[in-house]
């Protein structure tokens, strides 16, 4: 280690800790050690705690700032791959698990989403987030085509209004706007719209001829109800999506 990193990396462990962290910090490592249980625990798990106590710091100060715990920047400050930070990150929600707003922090990555060939692809770059979201989609019935890479979530274009929903603050309204696009084309039956009816499902099953203009219009659809924060990101991915299928002069918008 060279000394500028030295002094790099004692710099951000003096900002992260104050005097009573690190006495907290202590006690939790003592719990494993001065309590009839000395030299019971096994490495893996004391790296495991250590990697907990720092991470939980860095997202006392910055959970929002995705930069402050990327898998890049942990492999720095740790000394070690980036494939064992995501390991670390997994087991220590497993075995430390912390409370955080999922569904914030996955709006944030929307804002890079991409369409391509009837799929809808985003960079995920936390494994945890990754988790959230396969089980969000799996319990609405849909998958998520495994890639080799990690931290790309590649979804089918129908079940992206699923996920969508999700995130949702009021999901009984957007299933409303949902609903008026879907009664406005020929080929979809809205009777078997119900409330807990995964609308990847629905499309899947309509065999809907122009797949790409009808998510379009869906996404388009369910701007004016989409809430605060999701507002302005989902308007963006129904501009783009418009501008590539929805033709002018059809009377959509």
Known sequence: MTDNLYK????????????EDKVKA???IAKNFYFGNFASMPKAEID???????????????????????????????GITQRRIINLKEKKQLKYPREFEWEKVFLEHLKNARYDNGYFI???????????????????????????????????EEYFIDLILTVADDEGQMRKAIRNVLNNSSNIDISEFEDEKSIGDILKSSFVDNMPELIAELVSGIVPVAGSVAKPIIKDIAGNLSKKYIKKGDGKS
Do not use: C, H, W
């Open 8 to 19: 790099e990396l004692s710099k951000k462990y003096k900002e992260l800790f104050t005097a």
């Open 26 to 28: 202590f006690d939790e």
């Open 48 to 78: 495991l705690l250590m990697f907990s106590i720092y991470l939980d710091k860095i997202l006392d100060k910055s959970e929002e700032d995705l930069d402050s715990y990327s898998d890049y920047k942990l492999s720095k400050i740790f």
């Open 122 to 156: 985003v960079n995920i770059r936390d494994i945890n987030l990754y988790r959230e979201l396969e089980n969000a989609i799996d319990s609405r019935g849909g998958y998520i085509d495994v890639q080799l890479n990690p931290k790309i979530l590649k979804l089918k």
